[in-house]
């Protein structure tokens, strides 16, 4: 069983003072029309930290005619290319000077390391503002071989007013996996951050002014998903709407498209992403590599490996490694520079994962490590791993969304292709090998949007990533994101008494 740090921990970081709780709406903070406000919950104890304006309809309204206004008349989409990665490059040093505040509300608010969060979540947002400001000047379009006395070419457009519906797990990440690319575009947006995590995306809102980006070209409507959310997803003046969380609500999404405007979407969806590892791994290396697949961010993340098959020869070696490997994950306070799980994100989290857990014993699951909670406060729960799984199971079929792995094995090759690919979602899949016949082979078959070949949750900005079936369509990251915020516009013109086409 992994060890819980003290949640009063010797810690000498002190969390800041809270700034923004209000909506950002036309370059101003203001309540929410309504007045209302709602509660934001700090996982490690489940108190109360701050409440925060609660935005519906009238408050999405407000701010999409904030951005339609911005893009119809502003400069923000006149401007050059260059102008506007200045800008964006200016918010990128604005984010570096603020990493400790903003990693500190991402502790706070979602139960992030708060050291993970100084040293890699906030300055790859950083980092992400700087790729994105540097192909805001590079967005072309194509002179056409037309077949006949016409010439053709294309211009790339932005899109117009996006709206982006942040997820809870990565709030600062997905705020600009999102905002950045369609700013770089000429794109203007209303941000709807998760209810559970709104308040590093209103400390962004504040810099982005500070930044000189024109009023309007950022929104952030604090709020629910069935209002806030639901009013972006069918506003008829919302041009193209971006998503990353559930299935389930992905369908709602689409839907609400379809029955409004028609209007664009991108998907980023549920995962039930493998490993598999095969009897070549080093198996030392290997376990590493499958607790850090569904343990890092307390298992908070979509392309999670928590089903992890291995080949016979080495499995029941695996499995011992993995076990004693497991203790070294530490469950504790997010400030605590000794954990490596916070909690998790809030209460219905926590019962759902606790739900499947029990869900897995009662279907015949063996607990090899984990299963209950970690501490007497908060929302913490122990590295869990089953083994004796059987694919059928809820365990092993349903995204958990927690520290909770599947342990499997299998015998060949085919059988471990068979078995990546015995899942509705597509978004991930990691390969443990030193053959490169078998990765070749095995990357290519499996029907997901990304594969790691020994190696896992290897992110970067200039590689795209996205789902295959149901987890979802359209990329994040690299040109593929930039290119979602345009248009393709094709202008074609006679030519007369040319002596070529």
């Not at 408050?59 to 999409?64: E, Q």
């Not at 971006?242 to 299935?247: D, K, L, R």
């Not at 292709?417 to 078998?438: E, F, Q, S």
Request: hydrophobic share 40%; glycine share 8%; proline share 5%.
């Amino acid at each position: 069983m992994a060890s819980h740090s003290n949640e009063n921990s010797d810690s000498p970081f002190k969390v800041p003072t809270i700034k923004f709780t209000k909506l950002f709406i036309n370059g101003e903070f203001v309540d929410a029309v309504s007045g209302k406000t709602f509660e934001t919950i700090d996982p490690r104890t489940g108190e109360v930290i701050t409440r925060v304006a609660e935005g519906d309809k009238e408050d999405v309204d407000l701010a999409v005619k904030a951005a339609r206004r911005a893009f119809d008349e502003g400069p923000w989409p006149r401007m050059s290319g260059a102008a506007r990665g200045s800008i964006m490059l200016k918010y990128a040093d604005l984010i570096n000077e603020h990493i400790e505040d903003l990693a500190a509300l991402d502790a706070l608010d979602a139960g992030k390391l708060f050291n993970w969060g100084k040293a890699v979540d906030i300055p790859n947002v950083a980092n992400l503002l700087r790729y994105y400001a540097g192909a805001a000047d590079k967005i072309h379009g194509e002179v056409l071989k037309m077949s006949r006395e016409l010439h053709g070419y294309t211009l790339r457009e932005p899109i117009g007013v996006v709206g982006n519906i942040i997820p809870w797990n990565f709030p600062s990440t997905m705020f600009f996996m999102m905002s950045a690319p369609a700013l770089a575009a000429g794109c203007t947006m209303i941000v709807k951050p998760a209810e559970q995590t709104p308040l590093s995306a209103l400390f962004y809102a504040d810099l982005a002014k500070q930044a000189g980006l024109p009023d309007g070209v950022i929104n952030v409507v604090t709020g629910y998903g069935p209002t806030a959310g639901a009013a972006i997803a069918s506003h008829m003046d919302v041009d193209k709407v971006c998503f990353t969380g559930s299935t389930e609500v992905g369908r709602k999404i689409m839907q609400a498209a379809a029955t409004s405007n028609l209007k664009q979407i991108s998907l980023e969806l549920g995962g039930k992403s493998p490993l598999l590892i095969f009897d070549d791994a080093d198996v030392d290396k290997a376990a590493d590599l499958a607790l850090l697949g569904i343990l890092y961010n307390k298992g908070e993340i979509c392309v999670a490996s928590s089903r992890v098959f291995v080949q016979e020869g080495i499995f029941d070696e695996f499995e011992k490694k993995l076990k004693e490997k497991a203790k070294d994950w530490v469950v504790g306070d997010p400030f605590d520079p000794r954990s490596r799980l916070g909690p998790q994100v809030d209460k219905r989290q926590f019962d759902k994962i606790l739900s499947y857990i029990e869900h897995g014993k009662r279907e015949g699951a063996s607990l090899l490590t984990g299963g209950k909670p970690a501490g007497n406060k908060g929302y913490f729960i122990e590295p869990t791993v089953f083994t004796d799984v059987k694919e059928n199971m809820k365990i092993a079929t349903d995204e958990i969304f927690g520290p909770v792995m599947s342990l499997m094995k299998f015998k060949t090759i085919d059988e471990a292709i068979t078995k990546a690919n015995n899942t509705k979602y597509g978004l991930a899949a990691g390969i443990v090998t030193k053959n490169i016949d078998i990765a070749n082979t095995v990357s290519r078959s499996i029907r997901a949007g990304t594969i790691w070949i020994n190696c896992y949750f290897a992110f970067d900005c200039d590689c795209s990533y996205g789902g295959y079936k149901m987890s979802g369509f359209g990329r994040h990251l690299g040109l593929e994101a930039l290119h979602k915020f345009l248009q393709v516009k094709s202008i074609v013109t006679p030519i007369y008494n040319s002596p070529w086409l």
